[in-house]
C-alpha cells in the first residue's frame, strides 16, 4: 500500500452525454510525488475525465478531492435523472463546480493533446501568460506602469527566464511558439503549465507523435521536472514503452469502465487489458 | 546587423516628431485660409484622429481579445449624446429643444464652470463631459456585456450589432425628447477651436491603448484571441477579461464619439447605423487586425480618401476625366470595389500584426530606394518563385497519391500498421484517440 498522501482523488466519477457515458464510475488517486498512468483504447474516456478534472465539464456524478478537499461534486439533475446510468444514484447530494481557471489557481495544470500554444505570441510570453493569474496589480496600475505593476512585471520575466532555461528553452525565447520544432513545442506546453506553480500536472498525451528516442528524452524530462518541481503527475500516454517506463501506477479504461489498475507489471499480465486491447475470443 | 537605437533616442525622436506634428495641425489649422485645398488636410487629419481612435478601441476587442464585436457605432452615438446634451448652453436650449419646451436640463457644464475659472474652466467643461461620455459608454457596455460575453464569434457580432441598432432606435424615441431631443438634431454645444484638441484627445487614448496592450492584460488578452481552452487552464478568468476588454474598448469608443460630436458641431442619431460601423471594421482591416499602428494609418487613409482624393468621383470629375458614370454615390461603388480587392490580395492588412518602431521605420527608409528601383527584378523573381513552388506542389500531390496507394495496399494485407511494443507481444500503439 502506499501511504504517501493522496493528492488527488476522483470519487465514482461518472460523465454522461445523453445517453452515452463517456467516463462510468471512475476511482482514481493520485499520491504526492507519484507519476499515475491512465491508458485505454480510443474512446475509452481518458481526456473527458481530464476534462472532469480540470473544470472544463462537470461531472454527472461523483466527487473530485484535490489536496484533501472536495472541489467538485454532482449528481444527476433534471432529465438526467432519469438517462442516468451509472450505480450510484443518491450516494453524492451536494453541487460544487469549478471552472478550468479556478482549477489552475488551486494548483493542477494541464497540457493538451493536441498542442495548444498561443500561437501569435513569443516562446516567452507563452510563459509570462501562465503567470499573470498570480500577479495582483489592478488594470489601471499594469497600464500606467504603477511602480508594483513594473516589480511585478520584472519577477515574471526573470522567472519565466528562469524556467526555460531548465527546459532547456532559454535559446528559443524569442521565436514564435510556432516556429518551434514540434518536440519543443510539446515542452514549452509542459513549461507553460509550470508556470502556473502546480502541484499537480495532467499531461494529456506528451509523447504523441514522438519517435522512440524523443520519447525517451520525454520520459526523462517527465522525471526530472517531477523531482524538481514536486510534482505529482497524472498522464494519458498511448505509447506503453513511456507508460510502463515512468509510471507507478496504471488505471485502464475501456468504453468509460475501469476495467483495471495496478503496477505496470500487474496490468501487463493483467487478462481483460489483453482483451480490451487486442480482443477476446469470439 | 541593422543599427538598433537606444532607449533614450528612441524616445527623443518620438517626442520630436508628436511635438513637430502637433505644432504644424496647431498653425495649419490656425492660418490656412478656410477655401484653401491644405485646409482639407487638417479635416483629415481631425476627422482622421477620432477614427483612428475608435478603430484602436475596436482592434483591442477584435484584434487582440479576438472579440468579434460591431457595436462600436453604437458606443460612438452614446458618447457622442452624453457629451452633446451637457455642453448646450443654457441659453441656446429653447432654440434646440423646440419641441420639446426647452429640454429637462437647462444648464451646461462649460457655462458653469467658466463662469467659475474662466477659460480654464471652459476647457475643463469640455473635459468633464468628455469623461463622462466615456465613463458612461463603459457602464452601458459592461451591463450589455454580461448577457452578450456568454457568446462567441458570429453570434457575438450579430448580437451587438443588433444592441448598436437598438441603442440608435433609443435614442430617437420621441419620449425620451426633453434629453435626447428625439429624431431632431442637437446643436449649438461646445466645440473646439482647433484642430489640435482631438489630435490630442486620440494621441493619448491610443497611447493608454498601447500600453494596456503591452502590459500583463494585453497578454492575457491576446491568450484568450490565441486559444480560450488553453487561456482559460492558465488560470486566465476568461469572463473577466474579456468583460475587462469591451468595457474599456466602450469607453474609448464613447470618448471618440464625443470628439466627433464636436467634430461635426450637429448630431443625429441616423448616420451611426451599421454602415459606421462597417467603415470602421474596413479601417480596422486595412491597417491590420492586431496592430494599432496600422488602425492609425488606417484610418487617416480612409478618411483621406473618402473626404478628399475620391470626392471628385462624386462631382463628376476626377484626376481629370470626365464621365457621366460619376455622379453622387459612384465614391462608395469605387470603394467597395477597393475593399474587396484589398480583402482578396491584401488581407493581412498595410501592417499585418506589426506595430511601428523607429528601428523598424529607419530599416524601411533605407531599403525604400532600392525596392523601388529593384521593383522589376523582384517581380521576375516572384514569378520564377512561384513557378517553382507550384512545381514542387504538384510533385507532392504527385508522392502523397503514391503513398495512399501504398498504404492502402498495406491496410488491405493486415495488421501491417499496428507495430508490436517492445514490452509486451499483445499491446499495440494506438494512434492519437480520434477526437
Redesign the interface.
Known sequence: MDNREVVLRLSDITMQFGGVVAVDNLNLEVHKNEIVGLIG???AG??TAFNCI?G?YEPTNGSIEINGKIVVENHPQGKMKEAYKGRNNGKYTKVLTM???KV??LGV??T???I??????TVL?NV???M????T?S?FG????SKK?RQ??KA?REEALELLKKVDLYENRNDMSTSLPYGKQRHLEIA??L??HPSILLLD?PA??MNPQESDDLMKFIGRIRDEFDLSILMIE????VI?GICEHIYVLNYGGQIADGTPAEI?ANPA??EA??GGDE | METRLNKKTRAALSVIAIALFVILVFLGDKYISAGSTWKMLITVIEKGSIFALVAASMNLLNGFTGLFSLGQAGFMLIGAYSYAIFTIPGKSHDAVYQYFDGGLIKWSIVEILEGKMGIFGHYLGMFIPMLFAGLFVALIAFLIGIPVLRLKSDYLAIATLGFAEIIRAFFQWNTLGPVTNGSNVLRKYTTYNNAIFPVIVAGISIA?IL??IN???G??F??I???E??????????FKHKE?SFV?SSFFAGISGALLAMFQTTINATPFNTVMTYEILLIVVIGGI?SITGSVIGAFLFTAASEWWLRGLDAGKWLGIQSSLMRPGFRKVVFAVLIMLIVLFYAQGIMG?KEFSWDGFIGWWKKLPAAIKGWPQKRKAAAAAKKEARAVKAAAKARAKEAKQDSEMKKASGAALFTP????D??????????
Request: proline content about 3%; overall charge positive; glycine content about 6%.
Open positions: 483504447p480510443n474512446g481518458k481526456t480540470t472544463v471552472l478550468p481557471d489552475t489557481k495544470a494541464r493538451f493533446q493536441n495548444r500554444l498561443f500561437k501569435g505570441m510570453e509570462m501568460v501562465a499573470h493569474m498570480n500577479q496589480e488594470i499594469a497600464t500606467f506602469r505593476a511585478e512585471e515574471m507553460r503549465a508556470a502556473t498525451e504523441a507523435g498511448h505509447h506503453m514503452q510502463m501487463q487489458v489483453i486491447y487486442l | 493608454i500600453l494596456l502590459s500583463t492584460y497578454r492575457a491576446k491568450a484571441r490565441d486559444d481552452i488553453a487561456a482559460e487552464a492558465m488560470g486566465i478568468n476568461l475587462l474599456i492586431g500584426t511494443l517492445p514490452m509486451t499483445h499491446v499495440v500503439v494506438f494512434d492519437k484517440e480520434g477526437k
